[in-house]
């Protein structure tokens, strides 16, 4: 044959021989510039040694001496391979594939062959030698060995344990898990505990522990990961698992899973969190489950007093005198809310007993406003804000002179030219401004627009008088600075 590659097989055995005929050869190869060619056909006749005696990496060897520049990687790759094919043509293995096969095959293929017949030292020396990737190669062939070592019953679950942890230890790729399922297929559950011991993800241990009927194992593994989703995944399961007495028995062993438990009945289950309170004789909890059900699943007024009633009851048992006043006070206002709303025909139902008496007043219904401030005992100064802060927006300035005069304020007078001047009532404003008391007077003549000078240096107050200087203009009101001014000197000097 007269191909390159022949030529270059002579030219090879040639120069094994001493001969001048290798020069030769390569000489007329070179002048073909088929060399690279040559060294090409050499190379992928090398697969076939196995079959024939063809010499055919010798040749490429040597032919790639006489190139400058020929990538390596066809090369490097045929003779890896033949070195994985002289492995397994090995006696005592016994898979006499031809090169063609085990490229067809691919080494995947070749791996799970040596792993179903349990060659596993020669299967990871293969993928150590080749470089495969932990997860296809090393990892993978381990964990088939470790799912091997989990079915001989002739070692304790211990020493199996053991023997699998030192061989496997943190490698990449291996799932603990999955040998744990595979010794609990095969009867071994301590043996499956043991090893999920290994696993380092939570999510893979409690699947298998709840699987193999390990609920409480599985719960302490969950709330030890801190993931909430996988403690639910636990907790629900045990609900549908366990009868519920025996259920609420586990949960209260584990605060954190009755504390998220608790937390998923306020959204889904309100029955059963009443049911929780109840168990635990949780008083405080349960008047406050009343008083949250009063609002949301009673629409009847009759259907909220009779639940906020019940909150009354547990909250005395709680011992907890305020929040039970304070509902009883809720109750009263509620039936207080439904003849109002019955009698006006306007909505006070649900509104504060703050906007109820102030919706009142702001209605011009003050013998009814007064009534809720005597049986509520609002305090006295509340009460005249809103007094006189519903007259004013209503305008009722006549109303407001009076109610001013009906007895001393208790708030003082400065509300009232506070409340008029918002309302931009300079008129009204006027009228209070003079009923201040000397400590408050220079503000208000500020706010009603009266000259305060006088004022702030009768109080000789230096704060004060900064003040008026403040709203003093260069044009209009020097006069008035500067006998500030000298008024601040002289207390100076004093």
């Avoid at 549908?240 to 949960?251: P, S, V």
């Amino acid at each position: 044959s007269m191909a390159p590659g022949a030529l270059l097989l002579e030219a090879q055995r040639e120069y094994e021989k001493e001969s001048q005929k290798a020069d030769e050869y390569l000489r007329e190869i070179k002048d073909q510039n088929l060399l690279s060619e040559a060294v090409r056909q050499c190379i992928e006749a090398a697969g076939y040694e196995h079959e024939q005696e063809v010499g055919g990496s010798g040749a490429a060897s040597f032919g790639k001496c006489f190139l400058d520049k020929f990538p390596p990687e066809s090369f490097v790759r045929t003779c890896r391979d033949l070195r994985v094919l002289n492995a397994i043509w090995d006696y005592q293995i016994g898979i006499p594939l031809t090169f063609a096969q085990y490229k067809q095959l691919t080494i995947e293929v070749l791996l799970d062959r040596l792993v179903l017949r349990r060659l596993y030292p020669l299967a990871i020396r293969i993928c150590e030698y080749l470089r495969l990737s932990e997860f296809q190669g090393v990892s993978r062939i381990l964990a088939h060995w470790a799912c091997y070592k989990v079915q001989q019953k002739d070692k304790s679950d211990e020493e199996v344990a053991h023997a699998i942890n030192q061989k496997l230890g943190d490698t990449p790729g291996i799932s603990y898990s999955e040998i744990a399922a595979r010794a609990y297929d095969c009867g071994r559950t301590e043996l499956a505990i043991k090893l999920l011991e290994y696993e380092p993800r939570s999510g893979e241990q409690v699947p298998l522990l709840l699987k193999m009927k390990k609920s409480q194992l599985a719960l302490n593994k969950a709330i030890e990961s801190g993931d909430t989703d996988l403690v639910y995944t636990v907790v629900l399961h045990l609900k549908n698992e366990l009868n519920r007495g025996t259920f609420f028995m586990t949960l209260q062993k584990q605060p954190v899973a009755l504390s998220l438990y608790r937390q998923f009945c306020k959204h889904q289950e309100l029955e059963t969190l009443k049911d929780l309170y109840n168990q635990d004789d949780d008083h405080q909890e349960l008047g406050n489950f009343h008083v949250h059900s009063s609002y949301s699943s009673e629409k009847r007024i009759e259907g909220r007093v009779a639940a906020l009633q019940n909150a009354v009851d547990e909250y005395y048992k709680a011992k907890n005198e305020f929040a039970a006043k304070a509902t009883e006070d809720q109750i009263k206002l509620l039936r207080m809310q439904r003849r109002l709303q019955d009698d006006l025909d306007k909505p006070y139902v649900d509104y504060s007993l703050h906007d109820t008496v102030y919706g009142l007043i702001l209605d011009g219904n003050h013998k009814r406003a007064e009534h809720l401030y005597r049986d509520f005992r609002v305090p006295d100064k509340r009460f005249w804000w809103l007094k006189i802060g519903a007259l004013a927006e209503r305008e009722d300035w006549e109303e407001m002179e009076k109610f001013s005069k009906s007895k001393k304020s208790p708030i003082g007078y400065l509300p009232f030219v506070e409340i008029c001047m918002k309302h931009h009532n300079r008129h009204e404003a006027r009228k209070y401004a003079a009923r201040v008391t000397p400590e408050q007077r220079v503000k208000a003549h500020i706010l009603v627009g009266y000259v305060a000078a006088d004022a702030a240096i009768e109080h000789k107050n230096e704060t004060e008088m900064n003040l008026v200087l403040s709203k003093c203009t260069a044009a209009t009101d020097s006069s008035v600075a500067e006998k500030i001014n000298r008024a601040k000197a002289q207390s100076l000097k004093k």
